[in-house]
C-alpha cells in the first residue's frame, strides 16, 4: 500500500503536469489559429486569431500565474502576482473587444445578420461579461463602497472569474464549429484543436476550486 506522503508526492506531480501542459496548450491554441487564419490576409481573418490570443492565451496565463504549482511568477509577492492579472485581464478585454469590433463591422461591410449562430450569441454574452467582470475587479479595490467584506468580495470574484473564463471556452469551442473553421480543419486536427479549451478549462476549473472556493468552503 502506498504511504500517504507518496500519495501527496503523485497528485503534485500530476498537478505540475496538467499544469505545463495548461502553459504549452494556451500558447499553442493561438499560434494554430494563427496558422488557420493568417491574421492580416483579410479583415476577418483578425477575428479568430484576436480572440484566441485574448482567451486561450492572455486570459489563461492571467489565471495561471495565481497556480501554486507552475505560476511562471512563482517566486513574486502577492501584490505583484495582482497586478500582472490586472494587466493581463485589461489586454484580454482589449483583444477581445477589438475581435468583437472586427467581426461585427466585418459583417456589416458584407450586409450580413448579426448575432444570428450560437457561436455569435454566446460570443457577445462573453464579451459584455468579461467587461462586467474587469469592472467587478475594480471593487476589490474600495471593499467598503460594495458593504461586503474583502473576502466575500475575492469569493465573488473567483466564482464570476471562472464563469467567465467558461464561457470564454465555450465560445471557442463553437467558433470552431463555423462553417468556415469545419471547411478549414478537418479530420483528427480538428478534434485536437477542440480539446484544447476544454482541457485548459478543466485545468483552471480545478485551480479555482482546489485553491480558492475549497478553502472558502471549509470555513465555518
Ligand atoms: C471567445 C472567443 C470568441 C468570441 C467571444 C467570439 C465572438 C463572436 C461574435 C459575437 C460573433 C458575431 C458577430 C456578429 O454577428 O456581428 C462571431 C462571429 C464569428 N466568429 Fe467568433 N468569437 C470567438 C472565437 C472565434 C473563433 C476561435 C473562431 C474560429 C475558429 C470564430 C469564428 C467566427 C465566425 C466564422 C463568425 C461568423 C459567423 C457567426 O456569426 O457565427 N470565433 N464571433
Known sequence: MAEPGED????????????????????????????VSKP?????????????LAFSFIM???LLLFSPETSLIMSYSRKIK????????????TCAILGLAIISFNKYLN?????TSWHGLVGL?????ICMQSIGGVSLLYPKLMNWSLSKLK???????????LLGCTSLLLGMCSTWF????????WYLAVCCPVLLALVIMNQISNAYLKKKRMQP
Do not use: C, N
Open 8 to 35: 501527496y508526492w503523485l497528485y503534485g506531480a500530476l498537478r505540475k503536469a496538467a499544469g505545463t501542459g495548461a502553459h504549452l496548450l494556451s500558447l499553442g491554441f493561438p499560434i494554430g489559429m494563427a496558422v
Open 40 to 52: 492580416g490576409s483579410s479583415l476577418f481573418s483578425w477575428h479568430p486569431f484576436l480572440m484566441a
Open 60 to 62: 489563461t496565463q492571467a
Open 82 to 93: 495582482v497586478r500582472a492579472h490586472w494587466l493581463l485581464q485589461g489586454l484580454a478585454s
Open 111 to 115: 450586409d450580413k445578420p448579426h448575432f
Open 125 to 129: 454574452v462573453t464579451v459584455l461579461y
Open 155 to 165: 469569493l465573488y470574484h473567483a466564482t464570476s472569474g471562472l464563469v467567465g473564463y
Open 182 to 189: 469545419t471547411e478549414t480543419v478537418t479530420g483528427i486536427t
